[in-house]
């Protein structure tokens, strides 16, 4: 199986920030990572696909590259409404799999 | 819009069964793979299988290989997961979700996403 590990498990960060996440997977997967952005008791929501191709309705300060194994979701002028679980997951390979996320928090 | 709504989630014993299903409306689903994922109480996410658009392929995690079928009904526009001699390490919250694919120019390969998610059906095994 492919593992996803993302970097940092969780992040403090204030409204206005920019702000970087890291995944890596432990294989190449050339392009073929999402992002989803999660809160709690809800189901995830698709953010990026393709690594870096914004998903309709997603606005534009979040934006996703990376082709390989490392991969980077940004966030630019962070809102109130984006402090949530971002969640990277691998569609290279069956088992998809899914990073253990990274927890944006208010600081 | 795009709607899906699991159901069949409860509580059941260890080597029971269980049977999901998830009613979608929204877009025309005789056309799309279908997926369920699951995510144990404060843990992670844990894909568990991927029907095609036709019920012709499918795979499933090793995990839950021989214990659970998914399938679908295409003129019910209903995906199901039959979960047999259930184990409380299958204690999750379920959802299915909607594929979507983007066609890589440079590669030619079919990339695949979780457009939609239904809003997750719990799933506790317990004696």
């Known amino acids: 199986d492919i593992q996803m590990t993302q970097s940092p498990s969780s992040l403090s960060a204030s409204v206005g920030d920019r702000i970087i996440i890291t995944c890596r997977s432990s294989?190449?997967?050339?392009?073929?990572l999402n992002w989803y952005q999660q809160n709690p008791g809800k189901a995830p929501k698709l953010l990026i696909y393709a690594a870096s191709s914004l998903q309709s309705g997603v606005p534009s300060r979040f934006s996703g590259s990376g082709s390989g194994t490392d991969f980077t979701l940004t966030i630019t002028s962070l809102q109130a409404e984006d402090f949530a679980t971002y969640i990277c997951q691998q569609t290279y390979s069956t088992p998809y799999t899914f990073g253990q996320g990274t927890k944006l928090e208010i600081k | 819009q795009v709607q899906l709504v699991e159901s069949g989630g409860g509580v059941v014993q260890p080597g029971r069964s269980l049977r999901l299903s998830c009613a979608v409306s929204g877009f025309t689903f005789s056309s799309y793979g279908m997926h369920w994922v699951r995510q144990s109480p404060g843990k992670g996410l844990e894909w568990v299988a991927v029907?095609?658009?036709?019920?012709?392929?499918?795979h499933y995690r090793d995990s839950v290989k021989g214990r659970f079928t998914i399938s679908r009904d295409n003129s019910k526009n209903t995906l199901y997961l039959q979960m047999n001699t259930l184990r409380p390490e299958d204690t999750a919250v379920y959802y299915c979700?909607?594929?979507?694919?983007?066609?890589?120019?440079?590669?030619?390969?079919?990339?695949?996403?979780?457009?939609?998610w239904g809003q997750g059906a719990l799933v506790t095994v317990s004696s």
């Open positions: 029907i095609s658009y036709d019920g012709s392929n499918k």
């Open positions: 294989q190449r997967i050339s392009t073929y």
């Open positions: 979700a909607k594929e979507g694919a983007y066609y890589d120019t440079l590669t030619g390969g079919l990339e695949y996403y979780f457009e939609y």
